[in-house]
């Protein structure tokens, strides 16, 4: 078994989600007392999240790839970002490390791509919605990327940062992301990514009517696939 290398903090909610679903992954696939070889680096979110609003994207690379860089010396075989928003600098970490970086969008994207869809909606911050860096990366796969109107951007952003990141899980708000994902099919989306994780605290399969690809799961699967080839 490869040992995974994660960067986390982004939240810690998020990085909580990766460590016990990479466990339970290996639990299931390989079975007895058996889990998962992992190294973790945890940044201060506070620390990171006011550098990314000044757009300081130069500090927020170093303070990753030094958390990157011990994560490797700590005997990681690769490396996840556990984070959507700040694969943003995902290319300055991959060249500070000697080991690959999993990008999630390349995972996300294949994962759309082997259902058959030709376009996808992209629910996550308001800064990966409005920015390109992760959406272009998708649609380098051969996909057409569908975003929610700007105008809910801040709602979504709200229902992150003021309830999820803190682990609050409310049906009114589940009715409000669903209504999101009806919109972004009315626009022609054939299915839906859930690119940030603690939307995956929200919502499930079973709340929509078109196909949801949780990026977290779906990253974890393809590290456990590697970690265990």
Same mark, same amino acid.
């Given at each position: ?5 994660? /960067? ?6 998020? !990085? ?5 679903? #990479? ?8 079975? +007895?007392? !058996? !889990?998962? &070889?992992? /190294? ?15 757009? &300081? ?16 010396? +700590? ?10 928003? *700040? $694969?943003? /600098? ?6 500070? %490390?000697?080991?690959?970086?999993? $990008? #999630?969008?390349? %995972?996300? =994207? ?12 992209? #629910? +996550? ?5 409005? &920015?390109? *860096? *992760?959406?272009? &990366?998708?649609?380098? $796969? ?10 809910h951007h801040d709602t979504l952003n709200r229902v992150i940062y003021e309830e999820l990141v803190h ?5 009114s708000s589940r009715r409000t992301v669903v209504g999101l994902i009806d919109e972004l099919w009315d626009a022609g989306a054939g299915g839906v990514i859930l690119?940030?994780?603690? @939307?995956?605290? @929200? ?13 977290? =799961? @779906? $990253? ?10």
């Open positions: 078994m490869q040992t995974i290398g994660l /960067v986390g903090g982004l939240s810690w909610e998020s !990085s909580a989600v990766y460590y016990q679903e #990479l466990n339970r992954g290996v639990e299931a696939r390989v079975g +007895g007392l !058996s !889990s998962a &070889r992992s /190294v973790m680096a945890s940044v201060d979110f506070a620390e990171v999240t006011a550098l990314q609003e000044q757009e &300081r994207w130069d500090d927020v690379a170093e303070i990753l790839s030094a958390a990157a860089r011990g994560v490797e010396a +700590g005997g990681a075989d690769f490396l996840l970002l556990c984070t959507t928003t *700040f $694969h943003r /600098v995902a290319d300055q970490v991959a060249d500070a %490390v000697g080991i690959p970086v999993v $990008h #999630l969008a390349d %995972v996300v =994207a294949e994962a759309c791509k082997a259902q058959g869809l030709e376009s996808v909606g992209f #629910l +996550g911050t308001t800064f990966a919605m409005s &920015r390109t *860096f *992760f959406t272009d &990366r998708i649609a380098s $796969h051969g996909l057409t990327v569908v975003v929610p109107d700007a105008r682990g609050k899980v409310l049906d690119g940030c994780t603690e @939307l995956e605290l @929200l919502v499930k399969q079973a709340d929509a009517d078109i196909p949801v690809f949780p990026a977290t =799961a @779906l $990253h974890v699967a393809a590290a456990l696939d590697r970690a265990l080839a």
